[in-house]
């Protein structure tokens, strides 16, 4: 074979080589802006008006219709003394809705049927900026600190006890709690339950707090499976009426 022309084919394969993997000694070339993808900026976000918000609060608070029967809405529901009418968890302890307000909210008290006795639903929808939802979280777990054993106005003994393995469908975050009313100091005599949910999706808050007698069935209340069924009710129509 000619020499000239082995040595042209040697030089024409090394060039081809270089040509495909981009270095043969000189180091890679350099890359053209144009290859490199443009990052798409992050849509920013914009609350609504706070008039908005206060109307889709309103429109989003359940009835007795949304429940069925034998939920009703009753012309006046009795109050519990002190505390309670304070938006306050326990004395000296506010809600977290008072250390951290939300931008909007609107609440409904309803029972299960007209006999005295009959369960009490209160439930609250609340509307938060965004970046007050960790504050808000903070508030609600500290004052639940503050108030795990109490004596009401009333004269009778409050309990509250964290609930971890509560879960309603749809929820980004669920805080749960049994409160235990009890007549007598050492929490002998059960007079009624509390259960408290509160269940959050993006920057809306669903509350409902459920007061009702036990019964044989689940005499100290640990069953939740009713009230998750209310707060999911009520969550689905709060998601549907609040912008996110």
């Known amino acids: 074979m000619n020499r000239y022309r082995s040595g ?3 030089a024409a394969v090394l060039l081809l080589a270089c040509s495909l993997v981009g270095a043969c000694g000189g180091g890679s070339a ?7 993808p443009t990052p798409t900026p992050s849509p920013s976000y914009t609350l609504p008006t706070l008039a908005a918000d206060k109307a889709a609060v309103k429109l989003a608070i359940v009835t ?14 009795n109050q519990t003394k002190g ?27 309803l ?11 209160s439930f609250v929808v609340s509307a938060y900026a965004p970046d007050r939802i960790d504050a808000w979280r903070t508030a609600h777990n500290d004052v639940e600190a503050h108030c795990l054993h109490w004596k009401a106005a009333e004269g ?3 309990v509250i006890t964290p609930v ?10 669920v805080l749960a709690r049994i409160e235990r009313v009890y007549a007598d100091a050492k929490s002998t005599q059960l007079q009624y339950v509390r259960q408290v949910v509160a269940a ?35 969550l689905k129509k709060a998601v549907a009426a609040v912008a996110q």
Not at 164 to 173: F, I, S
């Open 200 to 234: 959050r999706v993006g920057r809306v808050v669903c509350n409902l707090q459920r007061a009702y007698l036990t019964t044989k069935a689940d005499p100290t209340g640990k069953d939740f499976t009713e009230t998750v069924r209310l707060v999911e009710i009520q």
């Open 8 to 10: 042209s084919l040697r």
């Open 164 to 173: 971890n393995d509560v879960t309603v469908p749809g929820a980004d975050e």
């Open 83 to 109: 505390s309670k009418g304070k938006s306050e968890l326990c004395p000296g302890h506010v809600s977290a809705s008072v250390v951290v307000p939300p931008r909007a909210t609107a609440d409904a008290q």
């Open 111 to 121: 029972t299960e049927g007209s006999k005295a006795g009959a369960t009490i639903g």
């Open 64 to 77: 007795a219709a949304d429940l069925g029967s034998p939920w009703i809405q009753p012309k006046k529901i």
């Open 156 to 158: 009778n003994y409050d």
């Open 30 to 36: 350099p890359k053209s802006d144009a290859s490199k």
